[in-house]
């Protein structure tokens, strides 16, 4: 099930298109990227219970499409975050209202997963909300009564995503999830190329070898084509990328190891609003879906080898 299969993480905004703004993409546009997708991945992951998931949810079901998702939520923090530079200022008001919609969205993913169990795959509690940095912080004895919220409605395996080195740091929500998931971006640390491989490949290990008894994948990795701040910008390239990614993906089928890209498709709605700024340059195609420089060289993942249940 955690075998080495095709995967990347999904969000089908394109120019003019946000969340922020309510602006989605069409059924056209979504249809069209997932009969691309299905040509060369078999997991998508997305991260909330907007419409935008409900979306493309039916839109797979109803197309027969082949592909399986990873539905999550996006928790409100229940913690107050001074350490956050972007928001993570909570009243204990604040917080007990937050609560309240965690359960809510909950629910709402609950209810996704049964009305659409015959694609999903998985679902997830959170995505890096102990990392100290995060605008909506939360305590891990709140994710572990979340798992236990979840796990008692569904049947499809639970799980939570963080970056590996706050894993460390939250061993007893380990315990309770049916398989750790990890993300890995050395990018972000300034390290070089040639470092940032060994670093991920190190965090695979580490990983491991702190939760023996569980099932590790990657919910999250990839490489920034372009950058403004925080990361070595010359370093951020379609070459280095594509450098990265084939050295990572030759590493995973050793390990035979599940992991989802970050990501498929260029975000420019993303961060602020200079156009460099890295968090709108992850995608492995550009924003109106040419391919980048590693999808040129490398059309499609090798899937004829691979065991696709």
Known sequence: MYHFQPAICYSGYREG???????????????????????????????????????????????????????????????????????????????????????????????LATTYKDIVFAVSVGNENTSDWHPNLMPETALIEHVHYVRQNIEVPVTFCEGQYFWLQNKKLGEVVDFISIHSYPQWQSLSLENAIIKTKQDIKEAKETFLNKPVIITEFGWATKANHQMKIHEATEENQAIYLEAVYQHLKEENMLAYL????????????????????????????????????????????????
């Not at 993303?270 to 156009?275: A, E």
């Open 262 to 309: 970050f990501e498929a498709y260029d975000e420019t709605w993303k961060g602020s609003l200079n156009p460099d700024e890295q968090e709108k340059h992850w995608g492995i195609f550009n924003e109106d879906r040419t391919p980048k420089q590693w999808q040129k060289e490398k059309p499609h993942y090798e899937l004829s080898n691979l065991n696709k249940d």
């Open 17 to 111: 298109q946000s969340p922020r703004t309510q602006i989605y993409p069409t059924d056209e546009d979504v249809l069209e990227d997932l009969m691309h997708l299905q040509t060369f991945v078999k997991h998508i992951r997305m991260y909330d219970t907007s419409l935008h998931v409900k979306q493309v949810c039916k839109l797979i079901l109803n197309h027969n499409i082949d592909l399986k998702i990873m539905l999550g939520v996006e928790p409100k923090g229940e913690l107050d975050n001074p350490n956050c530079h972007f928001g993570g200022r909570y009243s204990p008001e604040d917080i007990k209202a937050n609560k309240k919609t965690n359960y809510q969205q909950l629910d709402e993913m609950i209810e």
